[in-house]
């Protein structure tokens, strides 16, 4: 990756991709395009979004398959006006090209290719050219909130959620409540709360089955973080291990109690 000084007349580009082999010959291909610097390669999808945040990139190539964080979630933390334009790299067609399209983006197939990359280095000049930041961040998140994309994403492993200036990865043990408050989606964890970007029904798609269980309308608990349960009849209120207590709803828990045998 080129150290030398940016030139401010060539669109900024990050690269994010697990494989060595794939970055470098990514880097390569777009080396060879004068209004594109690569000023930044990640190995995943958490440090992706560490040097967005740093670098500001106009374009980011994201592959959609990488250990911490997909592409696509990558994507999805994507914010304000310094959001950059996304073009997704994927060796697989079925990850609904429909959606990309209808948000003005782009995706490129493995193994790559000149002419093709051409093609989408043409369009991303294009795209940047005609502005639109903020209108293009609404349209990346409408399609990657599509239903076509929805039932496509993985289980979550790790949760991303926002400490700073960043996004940080919790493990899943280290969480014990994530709760809705004040039209915010927050998880404890490590004495603190971080704010989340899934709602509550979101996460009970994409957290590993049985793990976490709705006690209400509001509240997720994870299964494993419950220390003891009780409450008069009828009422069933869960101690957690960071000495928080939640009451289940009447509906709830039935489910609630099903889940601790």
Avoid: C, W
């Avoid at 060595?20 to 999808?45: C, M, S, T, W």
């Avoid at 959609?64 to 997704?88: K, N, Q, T, Y």
């Avoid at 949760?159 to 493990?171: A, I, N, Q, S, T």
């Amino acid at each position: 990756m080129s150290t030398a000084r940016h030139d401010e007349t060539k669109l900024r580009a990050l690269i994010a991709d697990d494989e060595p082999r794939a970055r470098q010959f990514l880097e390569k291909l777009l080396g060879e395009h004068e209004g594109i610097e690569v000023v930044g390669a990640a190995k995943g999808g958490a440090e992706a979004l560490g040097l967005i945040e740093r670098l500001k990139p106009d374009v980011a190539f994201l592959d959609i398959h990488m250990p911490d964080l997909s592409g696509l979630e990558v994507a999805r933390h994507l914010r304000g006006e310094d959001a950059p334009i996304v073009v997704f790299v994927t060796a697989y067609d079925r990850y609904a090209v429909e959606a990309f399209e209808v948000a003005a983006l782009d995706y490129v197939l493995k193994p790559l290719k000149r002419e093709r990359l051409a093609e989408t280095v043409r369009r991303v000049m294009a795209e940047a050219a005609g502005g639109r930041p903020a209108a293009r961040a609404r349209a990346l998140k409408s399609a990657l909130d599509s239903p076509a994309l929805k039932g496509q994403l993985p289980p979550l492993k790790r949760l991303p959620v926002r400490h700073r200036r960043e996004v940080k990865l919790l493990d899943l043990e280290q969480v014990p409540l994530i709760f809705s408050r004040d039209r915010l989606v927050l998880a404890r964890a490590e004495g603190r709360e971080y704010l989340v970007d899934y709602t509550l029904q979101e996460l009970e798609s994409r957290l590993p089955e049985g793990q976490f269980v709705r006690v209400h309308r509001g509240a997720l608990v994870n299964v494993d973080a419950i220390e003891s349960y009780g409450g008069e009849e009828g009422v069933l209120v869960l101690k957690l291990s960071d000495g928080t207590r939640v009451e289940a709803s009447e509906r709830r828990a039935a489910e609630v109690r099903r889940r601790l045998r």
